[in-house]
């Protein structure tokens, strides 16, 4: 994801957990945090109706202020865990991936635009969208830096 965000990542190895690992990023040591974006309710749905063999429900519909608190929550807590490790690295990374298939690229766009996300430990975020098979250029996973 983060080759996909234009930058030269190697030596990729396990962290401490946290961080779930470190690499040297652009020559320099990172450590990277990894996590998902889900709607928390609608998948502890979907799983209760898949254990009672009911039909999965339609695909949460994503809005704008929905996708922006959700971030800001997902940012807070690893910003506020990273105080335990900062130290020992150059960078301190966020990637955030998400599988919703209501979060395309475009609405991505458009719900981020002007938008804006406060750390104090957290150096650089990516959101990380599911495969595209439209995208040429810097592989085919849409990726958006926040920070």
Request: charged share 30%.
């Amino acid at each position: 994801m983060l080759t996909s965000a234009g930058l030269h990542v190697k030596e990729i190895r396990r962290g401490d957990d946290p961080p779930d690992c470190e690499a040297i990023v652009n020559n320099e040591l990172w450590s990277i945090e990894v996590t998902e974006l889900v709607d928390q309710a609608w998948l502890s749905n979907a799983m209760k109706r898949k254990k009672n063999g009911q039909p999965p429900p339609d695909p949460f519909s994503w809005t704008q202020q929905a996708l922006l608190k959700r971030l800001h929550e997902i940012i807070e807590k690893k910003d506020e865990s990273a105080r335990h490790y900062q130290r020992r690295y150059t960078r301190c990374a966020l990637v955030v991936l998400t599988a919703e298939t209501e979060l395309h690229k475009h609405a991505v766009g458009e719900f981020l635009r002007g938008a804006e996300f406060h750390v104090t430990r957290i150096t650089d975020v990516y959101l990380g969208l599911d495969y595209h098979g439209s995208l040429k250029e810097k592989g085919s996973h849409p990726v958006f830096r926040l920070l």
